[in-house]
């Protein structure tokens, strides 16, 4: 039966199509169908790194640069490194690293940084110049190649301005009588760059081994202007203060260096002698004590320290010292020190010998004494200091008598 007006009718009257909804709908599948064949590709999946921009080699090299202006050598090696691993066929990178490497005073790694430039480029002009100072650092037998090297720079390129500067560094290195050569090439160096730091340094350097310590202050703190954070010519100036009487001055130069490298001895064992020539000693003993925890394993260290002992009339330590420096053995600390042999050629180890052989002599101890003194009249017969210092110890001990002072006979 039909109930016409009932509430329970289930017949239901059809409704008109919304158009407006059916719009709607349209345009949210057309949305869903655009997003998965175009954005869901181009999302990465996640829990997947996202890929990192390699760093041009260019922007190591001159965020390097910026730590060597800044002092921080070891950092700037570690950032040429970089731009190596990134560049390893950059022969220009291998010797920018290898003039760092100069200037903090790794001449080895030097030497193989510049010649891995030039395995790369053989007519690298500048790798070729920073060679030659390398091997003019390591002295000896190297300068001739040194020499080689510097001359090869300037036939590739003779407007380059640091090899003239080390040109004429190694020029006064194989001898002072390449005076006037080395002083046109320092020279040239400076008007073909003013402001690099290498020119300045040069020409500083052969007014020093000419003793014209003036001028040589004056190059050597151009330099520092250019940059004022390198401990080489915080060194440089203050020996350059010392030469000119000026010990608390040297001193200040020598405490900004070992500042700027805290791990070399070299400024303290300069502060050390700064001390004894004034005739503080006591302090000059510190500070050599100083220099020998930075490199327990050097004897020249150990000398130094006996040497400061010896005058500051400490005998006893200054013999500990030597024995070290001399016989050779192991420090508290653990570290293994070789001795020195006496070498006519190693002023510093014939000074070692001698005062060794003093102290032990002032402390009563004659036979070893006299062993040392004997070994220098027979090493060192043409060192005068050498043989006036052992006579006058074996006279100490009593093995020979003092030569008689003659009397001015009345006239």
Known sequence: ???????????????????????????????????????????????????????????????????????????????????????????????????????????????????????????????????????????????????????????????????????????????????????????QAVALDPNLLDAHRALGYVWERTQNYEQALESY?????????????????????????????????????????????????????????VGEYGKASQYAANAVEKDPASPYLHGDLGRMYYKNNELDKAVRAFTLAIQGGTTEAGAVVQGLPLDPGDRKAVEFYYTYGLALAKLGECEPATQIFEALLRGVPADEIAVGNATEGLVICGVIQPTPTPRPTGG
């Open 221 to 277: 703190q151009t330099a520092l202007r250019i940059n004022p954070n390198l401990a080489l010519l915080h060194l440089a100036v203050g020996n350059m203060m010392l030469n000119q009487q000026d010990t608390n001055a040297a001193i200040e130069s020598y405490l900004r260096a070992s500042t700027l490298s805290p791990t070399n001895p070299d400024p303290l064992t300069l502060i050390a002698l700064a001390y004894a020539r």
């Open 1 to 187: 039966m039909y109930l016409s007006g009932s509430k329970w009718n289930t017949r239901k009257k059809r409704q008109r199509a919304n158009p407006w909804r059916v719009l709607l709908l349209l345009a949210l599948l057309a949305g869903a169908v655009y997003v998965e064949r175009t954005i869901v590709p181009g999302v990465p999946p996640l829990f997947i790194p996202t890929p990192t921009p390699t760093r041009s080699p260019a922007s190591y090299v001159l965020e390097a640069e910026s730590l060597f202006q800044s002092g921080k050598l070891q950092q700037a090696e570690a950032t040429y490194r970089q731009a190596i691993a990134v560049a390893p066929q950059d022969a220009v990178i291998y010797s920018d690293l290898a003039r760092l490497q100069i200037l903090a005073g790794d001449y080895e790694g030097a030497e193989t940084s510049a010649r891995n430039a030039l395995l790369i480029n053989p007519n690298l002009a500048h790798a070729h110049a920073v060679l030659g100072w390398a091997l003019d650092f390591q002295g000896g037998d190297r300068l001739v190649e040194a020499r080689e090297s510097a001359e090869r720079a300037l036939q590739l390129d003779p407007n380059l301005a640091s090899a003239h500067a080390y040109y004429a560094e190694i020029l006064m290195d194989i001898s002072p009588e390449n005076y006037e050569d080395a002083l046109r090439a320092a020279r």
